[in-house]
């Protein structure tokens, strides 16, 4: 059986744009328990989880809202990252890192993924 060991998220919605406010979030058999309070963050981890495993965002966002918005951070750009890892049937461990760019442009956003990547390890 597949097993998700952790995932690291940089720049989407309240979580921070800067690496020192990369969020790791590491998963336990055979259950991990999401608990907080309104607005902690833990419906962005699930969407998170959607968006590495399948590049689907969240209902209605086109992206635009996914990502850490470029007016709050003060920027012309935001860039963002999701890092997911895994082991696989077999036990081998998988990485999968998807990177996007959150771009200002006028009273417009305009979103764009940059990279999907996954990465075998044995």
Known sequence: ???IEKMSILG??????EDKDKQIISFFSPLTILVGPNGAGK???IECLKYISTGDFPPGTKGNSFV????????????AQIRLQFRDVNGELVAVQRSMVCTQKGKKTEFKTLES???RTK
């Open 1 to 3: 059986m597949s097993k």
């Open 12 to 17: 989407v919605r309240s979580f921070g744009v």
């Open 43 to 45: 419906t962005t981890i």
């Open 68 to 79: 850490h918005d470029p007016k709050v951070a003060n920027e012309t750009d935001v860039r």
């Open 117 to 119: 990547v996954i990465t």
